[in-house]
C-alpha cells in the first residue's frame, strides 16, 4: 500500500535552469495539492489538481511556477528559470473521493546555486 | 479568511511530562482541523483530525486534541511525553471550512524532550 511518492527527493540546480517535481498520489487517489515549505516558515500551498484540471492556483507565483496532473501519470509541479529564493522543500498531497484528509509524500528539497 | 496561529515556536518538556501545544484559528464557518507531525527531513504525518463529529478526537501515538468553539481552540496534549515525540508539530484548517480544499497552516511547533 504505498503512499505519496515524490521524486527526486533532493535536486539542484543552477540559476536559470528548469526544475521538475513529480508526485504520484496514493494509489487510487485524484486530488493533488502542492505546497512549498521555505526556510524558517511554514508550509504554503500552491496549486490544488484534480486529473486533467487545475482547481486552485491561488498560492502559486504568477510567473515561471506551472503544474500539471494528466489523466496517465504523476503530476508535475515545473520551475522555468529558477532563482536561489525558489530553494525550498516541496510537498505533494493527495486525497481520495471523500477529500477529508490529505497524504504527505516525503517531499523534494530543491537547492538552487 | 481562515487562518491558524500557533502559540508558541518552540516547546521543551521532559520525558514523561504533559505536552500541550496551542492552536487557535480563524474561521468563518465551521473548520476542518488537523494536526500533523513532521520528523527531519520527512513528509507530514497525519496525528489527528476533527471534521465535525466529537469534540474530543483521538489520533495517532497518544495524542488527542479537543475542538473548542468558544475558544476557537484545538490545542495537542499527550498526558506523557516520550522521547520519540520530538519533532515539529503543525496545525492547520481547510481553506473555506470545506473537505478537500487548501490546508492553511501555523508556522509550526517544535517540541523538545530531554530525559
Known amino acids: 500500500n504505498a503512499g505519496v511518492m515524490q521524486n527526486p527527493r533532493h535536486l539542484v540546480r543552477r540559476r536559470g535552469q528548469e526544475a521538475r517535481l513529480r508526485c504520484s498520489p496514493v494509489?487510487?487517489?485524484?486530488?493533488v495539492y502542492w505546497y512549498r515549505q521555505l526556510p524558517e516558515e511554514g508550509l504554503k500551498f500552491m496549486v490544488y489538481?484534480?486529473?486533467?484540471?487545475?482547481?486552485?492556483e491561488s498560492g502559486m507565483p504568477k510567473e515561471r511556477f506551472s503544474a500539471e496532473f494528466p489523466k496517465e501519470g504523476p503530476s508535475i509541479l515545473r520551475i522555468q528559470q529558477v532563482v536561489r529564493g525558489d530553494s525550498a522543500a516541496y510537498f505533494c498531497?493527495?486525497?481520495?473521493?471523500?477529500?477529508?484528509?490529505?497524504?504527505f509524500g516525503p517531499g523534494t528539497r530543491l537547492t538552487v546555486l | 479568511a481562515q487562518s491558524v496561529t500557533q502559540l508558541g515556536s518552540h516547546v521543551s518538556v521532559s520525558e514523561g511530562a504533559l505536552v500541550l501545544l496551542r492552536c487557535n484559528y480563524s474561521?468563518?464557518?465551521?473548520?476542518?482541523l488537523f494536526w500533523y507531525v513532521q520528523y527531519p527531513n520527512q513528509g507530514l504525518q497525519l496525528l489527528l483530525k476533527?471534521?465535525?463529529?466529537?469534540?474530543l478526537v483521538k489520533g495517532i501515538n497518544g495524542f488527542e486534541a479537543e475542538f473548542k468553539k468558544s475558544e476557537t481552540s484545538f490545542h495537542l496534549t499527550k498526558p506523557s511525553a516520550h522521547m520519540s515525540d520530538a519533532a515539529e508539530y503543525f496545525c492547520?484548517?481547510?481553506?473555506?471550512?470545506?473537505?478537500?480544499?487548501?490546508?492553511?497552516f501555523g508556522k509550526g511547533t517544535t517540541l523538545s524532550v530531554s530525559s
Open positions: 492547520a484548517v481547510t481553506e473555506s471550512g470545506q473537505a478537500g480544499t487548501a490546508l492553511i
Open positions: 489538481l484534480q486529473k486533467e484540471n487545475i482547481i486552485d
Open positions: 476533527y471534521t465535525s463529529a466529537a469534540t
Open positions: 494509489k487510487g487517489h485524484s486530488h
Open positions: 474561521s468563518s464557518v465551521p473548520p476542518y
Open positions: 498531497a493527495s486525497s481520495g473521493q471523500a477529500r477529508d484528509e490529505q497524504f
